[in-house]
């Protein structure tokens, strides 16, 4: 089985991250679970003090993830944006949101960001 991708870190310190063992914990499931989520591009890991992790904002207030964002990195998958690029984009101010589009995806504006990254994210 391959390894499980995972981006450099291109978030600011201040957002968490939670290390794999911790995300599988989280969502009831064993890790390797969770790095077949990664690769099935349900979820996006990134490397921060060389420890695999995932943003803590990907995640609702119940523990699951956050119900629009698998189907937003598919739609950015397809349109060939990589891993680092699809983070750099979720976690960009965007004043006509306003705010970030992972925070968007917590609210009524998740379609919203759904229909800018299958329009053209960049």
Known sequence: MSAFPCSDDVLPQSE???PLPEV???LGLVVTRVHQMLRDH?????RRDGVAGVPERFFDDTGAIVKSL???????KD??????????WIFTDDESL?????DALHGPLAREVLR???????
């Open 42 to 46: 349900q979820l996006l890991a990134l």
């Open 70 to 76: 698998p189907g937003l990195i598919t739609v950015m």
């Open 16 to 18: 968490a991250v939670i």
């Open 24 to 26: 599988a914990d989280k």
């Open 116 to 122: 800018r990254a299958a329009a053209e994210p960049f």
């Open 79 to 88: 349109a060939k944006y990589t891993d680092q690029e699809i983070l750099e």
């Open 98 to 102: 306003p705010g970030k589009p992972v």
